[in-house]
């Protein structure tokens, strides 16, 4: 089945600063999401993005489908950043929500 | 605006006991799903319906039921829990082709 393989594991970073995660996948996709999970266990969608930029305030992803990766951007990081970012691809086939997980990026964001 | 509501929020269940999960979703969303999420790998998909009377397996089915009655419930069923099981189960639904939304997660401990 399709792989999906995010880095950097995990980064730490002080407030202000930029960072780009990456996520790549193994086999062509109609679409890519990326989630946050923040301290408390919640996951919120950032991106429904299956190709090309769109960009929500600080945040902003690119998808390149046919190169198998996609970069989450956060630029002028906040403690809030902090948390688990995921991205997910459909399962080969299958509907827009049966979603095959990276193991995602762990974010810390200090004051 | 509840979006996908899960409840319990948290459980613990001795082996062999049996529970149901609840999950509803107020968005008239066709697709929902059901996730576990173990550390350090992500979340992976246990159930997945795409409209009512309609269901089908994702990475994880084994020791879960799922029925989907209703457009707005997608409860899942523990026959005969077993420590493997302990997790963090996520709802979530959408309609097709949009982002994903995540109800707050039951934290399930069987002992």
């Known amino acids: 089945g399709i792989q999906v393989e995010q880095s950097p594991p995990d980064l730490i970073l002080q407030e202000g600063a930029n960072s780009t995660l990456r996520c790549n996948f193994s086999?062509?996709?109609?679409?890519l999401q990326w989630f946050h999970q923040n301290p408390w266990g919640q996951l919120i969608n950032l991106f429904y993005?299956?190709?090309g930029t769109k960009q929500n305030g600080r945040l902003s992803a690119t998808t390149v489908a046919t190169e198998r990766y996609s970069l989450l951007y956060i630029s002028s990081s906040q403690t809030t950043d902090s948390g688990v970012y995921f991205c997910?691809?459909?399962?080969?086939?299958?509907?827009?929500?049966?979603?095959?997980f990276g193991t995602g990026t762990l974010l810390a964001v200090q004051p | 605006n509840a979006g996908v509501t899960q409840t319990p929020k948290f459980q613990v269940l001795k082996t062999g006991q049996s529970m149901t999960l609840q999950c509803a979703q107020d968005?008239?969303?066709?697709?929902m799903s059901w996730y576990r999420q173990d550390p350090g790998m992500g979340l992976r998909l246990i159930h997945y319906?795409?409209?009512?009377?309609?269901?089908d397996q994702g990475e994880v089915p084994n020791g879960y039921n799922v029925s989907r009655s209703t457009t707005e419930d997608f409860p899942l069923r523990l026959l005969s829990a077993a420590p493997s099981q302990t997790s963090v189960y996520f709802c979530?639904?959408?309609?097709?082709?949009?982002?994903?939304?995540f109800g707050n997660g039951t934290r399930l401990t069987v002992t």
């Open positions: 968005m008239n969303h066709e697709y």
């Open positions: 979530a639904s959408s309609f097709g082709g949009s982002p994903l939304h």
């Open positions: 086999d062509s996709v109609n679409n």
């Open positions: 319906s795409v409209g009512a009377g309609i269901t």
């Open positions: 993005i299956p190709s």
């Open positions: 997910a691809v459909p399962v080969r086939g299958g509907a827009t929500n049966k979603l095959i």
